[in-house]
C-alpha cells in the first residue's frame, strides 16, 4: 500500500536558519506529491504540491523537488521565522485515473522557531 | 476563497450516543473527505464521496457511517459513539482529478466521556 515517512520532531530552530524537514514515500504508479502545513487550533491549509518527478513545487518561500530516484520530497527554506511555528505534514495523492481519492498523510513534523 | 465549514469546533457525548458531525463546502467540489486525526498517527482517512449519495470507505470506516444528501454537505455518523472515537475529525473537499489540492475544515474536537 501507499505509505508516508516524515520525521516526527518536534523541530527546534533559531529565527533565521536554514529548515529541512525530510519525506521519503512508498507508492505504486505516479503520484502527486503535497506539504499541508497546520497552525495552532486550525485545519490544514496547502502550502505546496509537485505532480510529476523532478517538478518543484514552491510557496512563501518554502520549496520541494519531486524526486522519483529516492522517493523523496523534502521540505526547505532558506530563513525561517516565529510564525513558521507550525506542524508540517508531508501526503501523497495516488494516481487514480479519475475518481476521488483520500490522500495520505505522514505522522506530521512539529518545528518550533525560537526568537 | 474556498470554505469549508465544520459545524462545531468541539463538542462532549456520552458512550453509546449517536453522533452526527457535518460539514458544508461553498464551493461546489465533487469530492468530500472526512479524516481522523490522533497524536503520533496523523490524519487517517475514514469514508470519502465523489458524488451525491456515493461513499467509499476510507482506511478506519468502522464504527462510522456518511450521508452526501446534497453535494455541499458530508456528515459524519457514529453510530454508537465509544472512548476510543475521542479525536479531531477533519473534513476536506475537493474538485475531481489526481492533482486537485483539498481543502480543509477547521476541524472538530470530539470527547466521548
Known amino acids: 500500500g501507499n505509505s508516508v515517512t516524515q520525521m516526527e520532531g518536534p523541530v527546534t530552530l533559531s529565527e533565521e536558519a536554514f529548515l529541512t524537514i525530510n519525506c521519503t514515500y512508498t507508492?505504486?504508479?505516479?503520484?502527486?506529491l503535497f506539504w499541508y502545513v497546520q497552525y495552532p487550533g486550525e485545519g490544514l491549509q496547502l502550502l505546496l504540491k509537485?505532480?510529476?518527478?523532478?517538478d518543484k513545487g514552491s510557496n512563501k518561500g518554502f520549496e520541494a523537488t519531486y524526486r522519483k530516484e529516492t522517493t523523496s520530497f523534502h521540505l526547505e527554506k532558506g530563513s525561517v521565522q516565529v510564525s513558521d511555528s507550525a506542524v508540517y505534514f508531508c501526503?501523497?495523492?495516488?494516481?487514480?485515473?479519475?475518481?476521488?481519492?483520500?490522500?495520505?498523510f505522514g505522522k506530521g513534523t512539529h518545528l518550533i522557531i525560537q526568537p | 476563497d474556498v470554505k469549508v465549514t465544520q459545524s462545531s469546533r468541539y463538542l462532549v457525548k456520552r458512550t453509546g450516543e449517536k453522533v452526527f458531525l457535518e460539514c458544508v463546502q461553498d464551493?461546489?467540489?465533487?469530492?468530500m473527505f472526512w479524516y481522523r486525526q490522533d497524536p503520533g498517527l496523523g490524519l487517517r482517512l475514514i469514508y470519502f464521496?465523489?458524488?451525491?449519495?456515493?461513499?467509499e470507505k476510507g482506511d478506519i470506516p468502522e464504527g462510522y457511517s456518511v450521508s452526501r444528501e446534497k453535494k455541499e454537505r458530508f456528515s459524519l455518523i457514529l453510530e454508537s459513539a465509544s472512548t476510543n472515537q475521542t479525536s479531531m475529525y477533519l473534513c476536506?473537499?475537493?474538485?475531481?482529478?489526481?492533482?486537485?489540492?483539498?481543502?480543509f475544515g477547521d476541524g472538530t474536537r470530539l470527547s466521548i466521556l
Open positions: 476536506a473537499s475537493s474538485l475531481l482529478g489526481q492533482n486537485q489540492p483539498q481543502h
Open positions: 507508492a505504486t504508479g505516479y503520484p502527486s
Open positions: 509537485a505532480t510529476k518527478a523532478d
Open positions: 501526503a501523497l495523492s495516488p494516481y487514480s485515473g479519475g475518481g476521488a481519492d483520500g490522500l495520505t
Open positions: 464551493m461546489d467540489h465533487e469530492n
Open positions: 464521496s465523489y458524488d451525491v449519495k456515493m461513499k
